[in-house]
């Protein structure tokens, strides 16, 4: 049984097409990533699966069940937004506990519950304080916490992490990464965020939009992305673009190569240029080189290598590495 199925799922808003077809099946347990870019309506399909608003057709089934005409509540699901909003006046245990009371559940097992979320979050000594008391990471494991005590069979994350500085947010990433691996739910994450992206999914789904651009796990986007969009978006710094006669050569319209996957040489490459700009991150080093025809690539190479800024260098793409496309913009497979 599929624990989320999307059957062609439209939404307008007045004239505007938000959503134009989206069809997508997730496996039980599976860890479900969205991304694209802002505007592409990843918000809009979550809110429609968790059933705060409605689409203009198209159904959404949750562990087999159609969900159309079902309130939010009675869809077995949990979300974490990016503004957690947490009820001030309450405590940590009174914030989890507050929908399960609305549900019924009793006493003795909201306590249960509660117990077990807190263990698993590094709550249980914070669970008598107000939200006034705890760190912006710690309100952030409340608000999952908040989540989790529904025991839901999906949840769904809305850039859960995007108010926490850089630290924490790499902190509360591998949380929600044990978390996941510790309740084996099923889970649906938005998120603007690359690393967050490829490390937490067992499968990505590129959205442009309105419109599912690929799905697949991480590693596959990365090394085969089906169209020049998926291309360009996967990876950071970005994958690398020539046309003209650098694609001709290759029998494409347009070749990519990512930054990782050129070599750099002193003589017998495969094309040459001029180093214009180099920005050294410690780990590794940038370098923004001009080719003949005025296509520029970026290059990533380890720090130790000393090249100067309008030196020649000769660039050669690795073996295997480099990505084809025809007119339409689609990949073209050996
Ligand atoms: N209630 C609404 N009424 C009218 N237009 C809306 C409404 N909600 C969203 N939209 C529009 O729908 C489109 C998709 O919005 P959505 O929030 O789903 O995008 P997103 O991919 O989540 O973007 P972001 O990454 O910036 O959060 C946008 O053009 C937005 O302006």
């Not at 410690?282 to 290059?299: H, K, M, N, Q």
């Amino acid at each position: 049984m599929k624990s989320l199925r999307l059957l062609d799922i439209r939404k307008t808003f007045g004239e505007i097409d938000v959503l134009k077809g989206v069809d997508l099946d997730v496996e039980e347990g599976e860890f479900v990533v969205f991304v694209g870019p802002s505007g592409c309506g990843k918000s809009t399909l979550m809110r429609i699966i968790a059933g705060l608003e409605t689409q203009t057709s198209g159904s959404v089934e949750i562990a087999g069940r159609n969900v159309d005409a079902a309130v939010p509540a009675k869809r077995g699901i949990a979300m974490v937004f990016q503004s957690y909003a947490l009820y001030p006046h309450l405590t940590v245990a009174g914030n989890m506990t507050l929908a399960l009371k609305e549900d019924g559940v009793g006493k003795d097992e909201r306590e249960r519950r509660v117990e077990k979320a807190a263990a698993l979050l590094q709550l249980s000594a914070l669970l008598k304080r107000r939200p006034a008391e705890l760190s912006g990471g710690q309100r952030q494991r409340v608000a999952i916490g908040r989540a989790i005590v529904r025991e839901p069979r999906l949840f769904l994350f809305d850039e859960p992490l995007s108010n926490l500085d850089a630290a924490l947010r790499v902190n509360t990433r591998l949380e929600i990464a044990k978390l996941h691996r510790t309740l084996k739910a099923t889970m649906i994450y938005v998120t603007h965020d690359q690393i967050e992206a490829m490390t937490l999914a067992d499968k990505i789904v590129v959205l442009n939009a309105g419109v599912v651009q690929q799905v697949g796990r991480p590693i596959d986007l990365y090394n085969r992305p089906d169209n020049l969009f998926v291309a360009g978006f996967i990876g950071s710094p970005k994958m690398n673009f020539l046309t003209g006669e650098f694609a001709r050569a290759e029998n494409a319209t347009t070749i990519g190569i990512r930054p990782e996957h050129i070599r750099v040489s002193t003589e017998g490459g495969l094309w040459q240029g001029t180093v214009r700009h180099a920005e050294h991150l410690g780990s590794d080093t940038y370098l923004y080189v001009a080719l003949p025809g005025g296509s520029e690539v970026t290059v990533r190479i380890p720090e130790e290598s000393p090249i100067a800024v309008d030196s020649t260098v000769h660039l050669t793409p690795l073996p295997g590495r480099i990505h084809r496309f025809d007119e339409a913009g689609h990949a073209i497979r050996a």
